[in-house]
C-alpha cells in the first residue's frame, strides 16, 4: 500500500440517544459517523512518516477555498509533501444541501472557482478574484505546500467533471463504476486534454474498487452499489482478476475499499488485502 484515504463526509450520523456499550465494545466497533476528512489527514501526517494519504472527495462546493487551500498546504507541509488531495461537487442527493440550506444545481461552478482559487494560492500567488460565488482582494496563504504543484485529483465521471479535470487537474479518480465506464471517462478526459494542450500523467488515473476477501457476504455486496459486482466478497484469484480490469481499462492507482461490519472486520480485511491480494496483484 501507498496511502490510505478518507471520505468526505459532512451531514449525517447517529442522531439521538446512543445505546450503552461497554467498554469492550466502544474499543472493538467504530463511533458513529464519520471523521472530518481534513482534521483525520493532519491526525495521519503527525501519525505516520513514509505514507501518503488522501480525501475521496472532498466536496470543494461545501467549503471556503480559502480555508481549504491553507489546510491543504498546512497538511502538505506537516507532512513534507504526502497529501493526496481528491475534489469533487458533491452527490445531487446529499442531504447535506437541505441541511446547510445551499442548492446543490450550481455546486460545479462553485467548485470550479473554489479550485482555480486554491491553485492559484498554492502557487503562492496573491490571488484577486472577482467570481460568482467567491470574491478575494489580495488573498496569500504561507507555508506554501511542499507539492509543487499539489496534487488536485478530480473525482466525477459528468461531462463538467471531465472538463474540470482536463482543465484544472493532475488526476483523476473514479467513483463506484464498473471497469468500462472508467475506460469510457479516461479517453474522455485524455481527449479534451489534447484539445486544451494539456497532459495528465498516465498513472494519474484511478478507480475506487469495494471488495471483500473471502466468502460473499450479501448485506456487505448491497452496500457496495453496482460497482460491486463479482468484486464484494470471494477468493483471492476473484478479486486480482477484477482488478486488473480496472488497470487494463487504464486506471494505475487502484484505491480498495474493505467491505466489513465493525472496526475489527475491517482490520481482519485490511490485513488480508496486504498479506493476500496485493502480492497476488504484482506477481
Not at 261 to 275: H, I, M, P
Request: aromatic share 6%.
Amino acid at each position: 500500500m501507498d496511502s490510505l484515504w478518507q471520505t468526505d463526509r459532512l451531514h449525517g450520523g447517529h442522531a439521538g440517544p446512543r445505546p450503552a456499550r461497554s467498554e469492550e465494545g466502544a474499543r472493538a466497533e467504530s463511533p458513529d459517523g464519520q471523521l472530518e476528512a481534513l482534521a483525520t489527514m493532519a491526525a495521519l501526517a503527525g501519525a505516520t512518516e513514509r505514507i501518503k494519504f488522501g480525501m475521496n472527495a472532498v466536496v470543494a462546493s461545501l467549503r471556503d477555498p480559502l480555508l481549504l487551500a491553507k489546510q491543504c498546504a498546512t497538511i502538505d507541509f506537516l507532512s513534507r509533501g504526502r497529501l493526496l488531495p481528491v475534489f469533487g461537487v458533491g452527490a445531487l442527493a446529499d442531504p447535506v444541501w437541505k441541511a446547510t440550506g445551499r442548492e446543490p444545481a450550481e455546486r460545479g461552478r462553485r467548485a470550479d472557482e473554489a479550485l482555480e482559487i486554491a491553485q492559484r494560492l498554492w502557487r503562492g500567488e496573491e490571488v484577486h478574484f472577482a467570481g460568482r460565488f467567491y470574491t478575494y482582494a489580495g488573498a496569500c496563504i504561507a507555508p506554501l505546500p511542499v507539492q509543487q504543484p499539489l496534487p488536485c485529483w478530480i473525482g466525477g465521471s459528468s461531462p463538467a467533471a471531465i472538463r474540470r479535470t482536463a482543465r484544472l487537474g493532475t488526476g483523476w479518480l473514479a467513483g463506484l463504476a464498473p471497469p468500462g465506464e472508467v475506460k469510457r471517462v479516461i479517453a474522455a478526459i485524455q481527449a479534451e486534454l489534447r484539445e486544451r494542450g494539456r497532459t495528465i500523467d498516465p498513472d494519474h488515473y484511478g478507480a475506487t474498487i469495494p471488495c471483500r476477501v473471502g466468502e460473499p457476504d450479501p448485506a456487505l455486496r448491497e452496500r457496495s452499489g453496482r460497482a460491486g459486482a463479482g468484486l464484494a466478497g470471494g477468493t483471492t484469484a476473484a478479486i486480482v482478476a477484477r482488478a486488473r480490469e480496472y488497470l487494463a481499462a487504464g486506471a494505475a492507482k487502484l484505491v480498495l475499499i474493505p467491505l466489513a461490519r465493525g472496526t475489527r472486520d475491517f482490520t481482519d480485511q485490511a490485513e488480508r488485502l496486504v498479506a493476500e491480494v496485493l502480492p497476488a496483484l504484482e506477481s
